[in-house]
């Protein structure tokens, strides 16, 4: 049943939002006429929206807001992320899932809720995952690298993000060190990146991406230092369509670094980030630092200069702008 709603959808992704005859519907999944009027029938079940034309066939004219498999695959333009999909609508951890599923699985699968309820920050901290308008999500890679290369997954993936919401949100992200975007100073998304290694070489990393998407309102302890992209547009945004552009980006900076390096994923995130060249404050599990952002290295770490004109390599920090 499933493959059939598969192999549908593929179709009508492939139309591009063009007609696609019933005729054409029923050779690609092998059946009756009349048995893919009750395929389409179950579709509109699901909240797709689909126009029937005599003589032209189907089309898609709106998709439900879900981040289900079949959402997903509509209009995914990448090779290999995120085409396997694991969705589970209520889960703990989609980073907790990830790791469970890594060895085994294969490089680029995703796994993606609409709720979590026990999500995580860095650390121990909580990470606030509301039903259906958020992005949930733990992506698993597997570069051939040593460990030490892990930091740097957290700046591709900052940098992928930020531009997927620029293009399919048109809202002006920005990064701020190391791990955080932020839209109009307030954080909209997270990012966590974690590994599992040998001494010299990386198995999986599984990079967890959680965004606020169509959010209207935030419990008071976050309400200072949150936001969702809904809030700051003033009105919702699909968040299959960002997943897809989060996977495209992914696809196309993680392949040009895996070729040229980092160079280019490092001018862009400079560009984009809001601290540099700013005074900040980092406040290190060793202390305090205060001084400017100079930029980062090849490696993610940040260049802090204070005002003695000492420069510190800060690897892991919260920033106070
Ligand atoms: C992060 O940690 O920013 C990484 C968050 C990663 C979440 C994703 S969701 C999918 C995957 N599965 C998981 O279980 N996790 C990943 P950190 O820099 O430590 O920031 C955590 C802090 O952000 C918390 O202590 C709160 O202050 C704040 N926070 C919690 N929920 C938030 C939300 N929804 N939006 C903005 N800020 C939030």
Redesign the pocket.
């Known amino acids: 049943q499933s493959s059939v709603k598969h192999k549908l959808l593929e179709a009508f992704s492939k139309a591009d939002g063009d007609f696609v005859s019933g005729q054409a519907l029923a050779d690609i999944i092998g059946c009756s006429r009349t048995a893919v009027w009750k395929h389409i029938e179950s579709l509109r079940q699901e909240g797709f929206e689909l126009e029937a034309v005599r003589k032209k066939g189907y089309r898609i004219t709106s998709k439900p807001d879900k981040v289900s498999e079949n959402e997903l695959l509509i209009g995914l333009e990448t090779v290999r992320l995120g085409k396997k999909v694991v969705f589970i609508e209520s889960v703990e951890?989609?980073?907790?899932e990830a790791h469970k599923l890594a060895e085994e699985a294969e490089e680029g699968t995703l796994v993606i809720a609409e709720e979590?309820t026990a999500?995580?920050?860095?650390?121990t901290?909580?990470?606030?995952?509301p039903k259906y308008t958020?992005i949930?999500?733990?992506l698993i890679l597997k570069p051939n690298l040593p460990p030490y290369k892990a930091p740097q997954f957290t700046l591709i993936t900052a940098v992928a993000v930020t531009e997927a919401i620029r293009d399919a949100a048109g809202v002006m992200a920005e990064i701020k060190w190391p791990?955080?975007i932020l839209l109009n100073g307030k954080?909209i998304t997270?990012?966590?990146t974690e590994l599992q290694a040998d001494s010299d070489q990386i198995r999986s990393i599984i990079i967890?991406?959680?965004m606020?998407v169509n959010q209207r309102q935030f419990p008071e302890e976050?309400s200072n230092?949150?936001t969702s992209i809904s809030i700051e547009k003033g009105e919702t945004v699909p968040r299959a369509k960002l997943v897809q552009a989060i996977m495209k980006n992914l696809e196309l900076y993680y392949d040009e670094y895996m070729t040229n390096g980092f160079g280019l994923i490092k001018d862009k995130w400079e560009s984009y980030a809001i601290s540099i060249g700013r005074h900040i404050i980092a406040r290190t599990v060793t202390g305090t630092i205060r001084g400017k952002a100079l930029g980062i290295t090849d490696e993610g770490v940040l260049k802090l200069q204070d005002e003695n004109g000492m420069i510190h390599d800060i690897y892991s920090a919260d920033i106070e702008i």
């Open positions: 951890s989609t980073q907790k979590q999500g995580r920050g860095r650390m901290r909580e990470w606030h995952s958020g949930w999500m733990s791990n955080d954080k997270g990012i966590l967890g991406i959680g606020n976050l230092i949150a």
